[in-house]
């Protein structure tokens, strides 16, 4: 005789596999998405899928926002992603208005200027210095302090400059070197020591009836410094400067009657910093792309299913991305599907230029809206980037493999089980994908599977997440390729 006990684990193991051998939609939680052994108990099995991919231009515009790094110099020598040429435009201001100096005009000395910039690092070849040139905004191009300026877009403006101010070399093998003086400690800074004119200007021409009345009037009187590289000196470097740390300004030198320590003593030279502000200043990033010649252009907009695809970071290039054999993959439950995009080594090897033009730090894979021209989120995977555990098991961080006898390849992985989940159970819709290396990029995010029928909303991939405006390109294996080629792996059951 069966005892009850019995009859109630054989109906609980009987419900228990009711439920397995009906669920089409499997959770983070369930089955163990990142174990997936050849052989389980529920008979796992994989497979791959052909992709198809083309390599396209991005030509949305591309903003370098204050608060990121800006980036300055030129890659002239790239025979795979041709030309980069960065420059910047901006203004400094006093901490207040109408500002004046302390003491009378008549005594005031100058002494000198110098302008100081926070340095954040690099992109390319520090094998030699860099020369830098600074120069005067014409007032016939002013910068608007209002305006957001679309950075590879520089032709739409042409600023023109009217008048050198100064030029720096900067030597990167000391650029970390700390700077300690009564004024200030600092290191990683650059500093470029203006003219004696200017510092003169600065210090008395301008004052509280005229330049110092308003940051308005300032603009005025002066437009503001644009900032180049000369590639003459280093012709492959861009180099990373940020406007809002507190290392960046213009320091002014000088004395007064008012600097005296005493009735008695010599005056004491003093100094007053000018500083970007986020209120009242304007600033514009340029970054200049031109693939002409370069091995790219062979393959932009061009190759249907091509073997090479290219992703260059904003402004920059995408990789479009087709996997046609979900629509007629059967009905099954779906453990885990990644899309699979490597690295293709270049055969220079290390120590070439190459090696020093590193890959983007983080790809992100988007659907695309073409009459929009918008990116979305992969339904039911991608969740937001304020969702951290969403954010991380999705993908898209670069790490390295050695595969085929090679070292350090970047590879790049896509978790989009439960898009796939989805087509193969729901016959969700299918769509067609862009890889990116986002900087500043807005996203329309479609809440997951049944809530996908609610209104979306906005999600954004920030430098802070993503990668540093024209740091970081990456050639792929396309989807035509034998080795490193680009895929879909997908490990799944029978129901």
């Keep these: 005789m069966v005892s009850n006990y019995t009859i109630r684990i054989f109906i609980i193991s009987l419900f228990s596999t009711l439920v397995f051998s009906a669920c089409t939609r499997i959770g983070s939680s369930e089955l163990g998405l990142g174990l997936l052994p050849s052989m389980d108990a529920y008979n796992t099995k994989d497979t791959t899928l052909d992709v198809i991919t083309e390599t396209l231009e991005r030509t949305d515009s591309m903003r370098v926002y204050l608060s990121d790094d800006q980036v300055l110099g030129n890659i002239t020598s790239d025979p795979i992603f041709g030309t980069t040429n960065a420059s910047m435009y901006f203004q400094v201001v006093p901490s207040f208005f109408p500002f004046f100096i302390a003491g009378s005009k008549d005594s005031l000395v100058v002494d000198s200027a110098i ?26 191009t002013p910068l608007d302090a209002y305006k957001l300026y679309p950075s590879n877009y520089p032709e739409l403006y042409n600023f023109k400059t009217d008048q050198n101010l100064g030029e720096s070399t900067v030597d990167f093998a000391k650029i970390g070197d700390s700077l300690y003086t009564r004024f200030e400690a600092s290191k990683n800074t650059i500093r470029i020591k203006l003219s004696k004119s200017f510092a003169t200007q600065f210090l008395k021409e301008f004052d509280s009836n005229n330049a110092y009345r308003s940051d308005t009037t300032l603009r005025a009187y002066f437009p503001g410094f644009a900032l180049t590289a000369d590639e003459s000196a280093n012709k492959n470097v861009l180099l990373k400067i940020n406007l809002l740390d507190s290392n960046t300004k213009l320091a002014l030198y000088y004395n007064t009657n008012a600097t005296a320590t005493n009735a008695t003593a010599p ?72 899309l699979i995009a490597e690295q293709v080594p270049d055969a220079a090897g290390a120590g070439s230029l190459e090696s020093k033009f590193l890959p983007p730090r983080y790809l992100f894979l988007a659907t695309y809206d073409s009459v929009s021209k918008t990116f979305g989120n992969v339904p039911n995977d991608f969740a937001g980037t304020t969702n951290a555990s969403s ?52 996203l329309t995010l479609v809440p997951p599977y049944p809530y996908n029928k609610e209104a979306p909303s906005k999600d954004y991939l920030t430098t802070a997440i993503a990668n540093q405006a024209a740091t970081g390109r990456v050639v792929l294996g396309g989807g035509s390729r034998k080795k490193f080629r680009m895929r879909v792996r997908i490990y799944y059951s029978d129901l």
């Design 115 to 140: 302008l100081i910039l926070s340095y954040k690092g690099f992109y390319g070849d520090t094998t030699k210095p860099v020369k830098l040139q600074l120069k005067r905004i014409s007032a016939a």
């Design 267 to 338: 005056r004491d030279t003093a100094v007053v910093n000018f500083k970007f502000s986020i209120y009242s200043n304007g600033n514009v990033n340029f970054i200049k792309r031109n693939r002409n010649g370069a091995e790219i252009a062979k393959h932009m907009d061009k190759v249907a299913n091509d073997s090479l695809v290219y992703v260059q970071t904003s402004p920059g290039t995408m990789v479009k991305v087709k996997i046609p054999g979900i629509k007629n993959f059967a009905n099954k439950i779906i453990h885990r599907a990644e």
């Design 391 to 442: 954010f991380t098991q999705f993908g898209g961080k670069l790490i390295y493999k050695s595969i085929d006898g090679y070292d350090n390849i970047a590879s790049y992985t896509f978790n989009i089980s439960r898009y796939v989940q989805g087509v193969v159970s729901r016959k969700d819709s299918l769509f067609d994908f862009r890889i990116i290396a986002p900087v500043n990029d807005s």
